[in-house]
Each structure stands twice: as C-alpha cells, then as structure tokens.
C-alpha cells in the first residue's frame, strides 16, 4: 500500500525509524512528514498564528521525507494537500514513545491527532505507541529516544506487528470511515504477544502541572493519574499492566450518540 507515516516525537526518533523500518520491509511505498522537533501533547491543534516551514530533506528513509516547524496536524495536512499528488491508501502514526491510552490521554496525544488528521482527508488510520517504564520514558528524553538494547528489542517486535496490523485493517476500512485504529504496546512484547479489544479507560488527571516558580510560572509533571475505570469491558491501561497489545477502535462517528 501507499501510506503516509508521521509522529509527534520528531523526525530522530528511533521508534520513528524502526516504525518506517517495518513497513518498508513489508513492501510498503511510504511518505513521510513529521514534525521537526517534538511535538507531544499539542492534541489535533493546528498553526494558526505564524506560517509553518517546510522542507523536503533526506534523512536516509530512501522515501518522500517532508520535516515541518508545525504540529503533527499540520504536517499531514501540509503533505496531503500540497506535496503528495497520488491517491494514498492510509496514515499510519508512531511509534510513540511512551503510551497513548485512556480518555485523558488519547485527546491530547499528537500521535493519535496525526492519524485522525488522516481520518479527516477520508483516509483509513492507525496509531502505534509503545508503552514504557517511567525510568525508561525519562532515559529516551534525556538521551535522544536512543533505547537500551531490551526496549529497542520490544520495540522492533512492535513495530513489525504494526506493520503487519496495518496490512490486515486497511483495506478493510473503505473510505470516510472517521476512525482511527489505536494500538498500545506493551514492555516486553513479543511476536505471540496477545492483542486484545479494548476501551479507553476511565482517569482524573488531577495536578498534573506542579506548583507555581518564583515567576509564577507551573511547568507540567506526570500527576497523580486516577483510574475510575468500572471493572468491565477491559481498558487499555488495564491490558497494558495484563502484559497484552491493547487495541482500541476510536470511531469518531459515534461522538454525540447515545
């Protein structure tokens, strides 16, 4: 398939690469555009308020390779309209560092708001992220997203089973489905690693800037993140501490519906 891959951890990441690495090697054609730096947490937000830069450039993808000053939206939107003239079959966003689940982060991940910017162009969608440990998440920001050998390990288990699940749901989808496939990994995973149907858990996301500097200023933390999931169906964070892939349909269809 023709597929457009983007992020919002930047264009060094290597959960990036090992991503576009897999689909490649499942014979897909692939376009890329990604932000430039990262962009974690902007949600679906678009650059209203400056012009966004662009840049076609080589970053030894052996692909169309766009970098972008914008958004993850704004980089999928960009590409969609002015650079890719050839009928594409899907978005594919990730992997990112980090997971991707529960209502309080699945509205504000740019991973996820990439894929569903592709969603809005008609196009069928999926979101990959990689879940880690808290030691490990602050190790990748501080080094550059360079993993250990036992994370980059997980993470080209994943990454190939992306590549395989995007080559078993796309064309299945069909066009203007409105729906994003979001797909959680867990530490370790493995190619038997079970995936499982779930639900975007239930959370509080309470204090999760900390207390004003001297300038008045509050810089954001991780909080205390409260899960007021109810027990059943089985929610992402749950499947994820179960050992287990967690695979969440977003339909955005469905928003307004009883």
């Known amino acids: 398939m023709k597929l457009l891959v983007t ?4 264009i060094n990441s290597v959960f990036f690469r090992e991503l576009v690495a897999a689909l490649k090697q499942a014979g ?4 890329i555009a990604v932000p430039a730096v990262e962009q974690s947490w902007s949600g679906a937000s678009k650059t209203r308020s400056r012009p966004v830069k662009t840049a076609r450039v080589d970053r030894g993808f052996g692909c169309p390779t766009w970098m972008m000053d914008g958004t993850p939206s704004d980089c ?118 079970k995936l499982m149907r779930t639900v975007p858990a239930q959370v509080h996301v309470p204090k999760i800037f900390g207390p004003a500097a001297d300038d008045g200023s509050h810089r954001l933390i991780w909080g205390h993140i409260v899960d007021v999931s109810p027990p059943e169906p089985l929610t992402d964070v749950q499947c994820l501490k179960q050992g287990h892939i967690s695979h969440t349909i977003l339909d955005y269809k469905r928003l307004g519906h009883a």
């Open 76 to 193: 999928v939107n960009i590409a969609l309209g002015h650079h890719i003239t050839e009928p594409l079959d899907g978005i594919v966003s990730g992997i990112n560092i980090g997971m991707n689940g529960s209502l309080g982060f699945i509205l504000a991940s740019g991973t996820i708001a990439g894929a569903w910017e592709g969603a809005l162009h008609g196009l069928p969608a999926a979101a990959f992220s990689q879940d880690v440990s808290p030691e490990s998440y602050a190790f990748l920001k501080e080094h550059g997203s360079r993993p250990d050998a036992e994370t980059l390990a997980t993470l080209r288990h994943s990454a190939a089973r992306a590549a395989t699940l995007v080559g078993e749901w796309f064309p299945r989808m069909g066009r203007n489905s409105f729906t994003v496939h979001n797909v959680n990994f867990p530490i370790p995973c493995a190619p038997q690693t």
């Open 28 to 31: 897909h054609q692939l376009f």
């Open 7 to 10: 992020n919002d951890d930047g």
